[in-house]
């Protein structure tokens, strides 16, 4: 990376590391070891990463195509999340990108439940009663302060001599009493949580050393100092109150203020969500695998996108609609009805259904009572299809018995006829 010796020693570790750069930035500390070292190589790999990440779409795609833009046009936020409930043995990185899950799916119901309400609302229905899905508890159980898994997970990361084995410890005395949390019995040091998708069990092997964030200053002051223009420009120097900060940072408190971050960003914008299912692990065309494609469905949050909207009224019908759809089960209703609304009403109580609302342009129905509506609509289709087919066999039938009984007249005529002109 171009760096300059000035910036950091030439002291090497035990076992001297590839990277130059890397090498002194960990021999500024005395009292590392080979495997600390390590750990502050992959770091700053990581530190590098992730600015070159967040270099890409903030100025490589927002330079091409912003002037494009037009200034009424809404940004667009892609969130991919890959829910892991069907593994097993997972570490810290999945263990925060289910915390990204659960957050999205917090979001995600919030929003669902919002349109509902602002339908409900739009056409004066009363929605006072409908349950809220909500997953709060289980973010209470990860964020919550003090007693959340973060905030141990941060306090553990504190103390020169935790362990995983003495973070696991205290996850147990301190979460045994919390319904989302469980301790596996076949291990001494992992934990399960139920997220919304399911339970997902984390080993606590390396959560400790991937929380910890080593030494964030002095490295991008090093990187900062690189002769590259592009690597220098990545890491823009640092205010001072910043080089004198603590040496420890927590990568699990950052990542949930960024999320927190972006859920604001999301909450200021309209969402609109885009469910991508895979049919198969085959990954070939005509395969339709129904497990898999439910727990999909499932971990994606669809499931209880419908419990919400089942829990009110999911079926709705504009009142034109209504009526030129199920007229037929009373034909007069039009002309003894002053409107549409009177009209709709009289032909849900010939349905006798209870416990729908009539809305200001709407019919709102509950689970279950279109297929209701449907079936009344059916059986009035079938009497009526049975009566045509009276008719037309009728007519059929006498149709027949004409054309007959005209045949049978003439072939009496005819032999008449000659019988009378040949007597004998």
């Not at 609609?321 to 007229?327: A, D, K, L, T």
């Amino acid at each position: 990376m171009d760096c300059s010796d000035q910036v950091a020693t030439d002291e090497q570790t035990e076992n001297e590391l590839k990277v130059d750069v890397i090498s002194n930035a960990a021999a500024g500390h005395v009292g590392h070891s080979t495997k600390d070292c390590h750990i502050l190589k992959n770091k700053v790999q990581e530190l590098v990463n992730q600015k070159l990440i967040c270099f890409t779409p903030a100025n490589t795609i927002k330079d091409k195509f912003e002037y494009k833009r037009h200034p009424l046009q809404v940004p667009v936020f892609a969130s991919i999340v890959h829910p892991a409930t069907q593994y097993q043995g997972l570490c810290f990185e999945q263990f925060c990108i289910n915390l990204t899950n659960e957050k999205l799916q917090q979001h995600f119901n919030q929003h669902v439940f919002k349109m509902e309400q602002e339908e409900y609302t739009k056409e004066e229905i009363d929605w006072s009663y409908i349950e809220f899905v909500d997953n709060q508890d289980v973010l209470d159980l990860i964020e919550k302060k003090p007693g959340g898994v973060i905030a141990l997970l941060d306090e553990a990361c504190m103390f020169p001599r935790s362990t995983h084995e003495t973070f696991a410890e205290k996850l147990y005395q301190t979460l045994k009493d919390n319904k989302r949390f469980s301790k596996p019995k076949l291990s001494r040091t992992d934990f399960t949580i139920n997220h919304y998708a399911g339970d997902v069990t984390y080993q606590t092997d390396l959560f400790l050393d991937k929380n910890k964030d080593y030494v964030v200053p002095e490295h991008a002051a090093l990187l900062c100092a690189s002769k590259c223009s592009f690597v220098s420009g990545l890491f823009p120097p640092l205010h001072e109150e910043s080089t004198k900060s603590t040496k420890f940072s927590s990568i699990a408190t950052q990542f949930k203020q960024q999320l927190q971050s972006l859920l604001e960003t999301l909450s200021a914008t309209e969402p609109h969500y885009i469910r991508c299912v895979k049919p198969n692990n085959l990954l070939k065309p005509g395969i339709f695998e129904n497990n898999d494609v439910l727990q999909q469905l499932r971990c994606g949050g669809v499931m209880e996108a419908i419990k919400i909207s089942c829990a009110g009224y999911p079926t709705r019908k504009n009142f034109d609609e209504f009526v030129q759809r199920f007229s037929i089960m009373e034909p007069k209703v039009l002309k003894s009805c002053p409107d549409e609304m009177t009209a709709c009403k009289r032909l849900l109580d010939k349905a006798n259904l209870k416990d729908y609302q009539i809305g200001k342009t709407k019919v709102f129905l509950r689970a279950g009572q279109m297929a209701e509506l449907d079936a009344c609509r059916a059986e009035v289709l079938g009497r009526s299809a049975i009566v045509i087919q009276k008719k037309a066999r009728t007519y059929i039938c006498e149709k027949q018995y004409k054309l007959l009984r005209f045949s049978a007249i003439e072939l009496q005529r005819a032999i008449k006829g000659i019988n009378y002109l040949n007597p004998f």
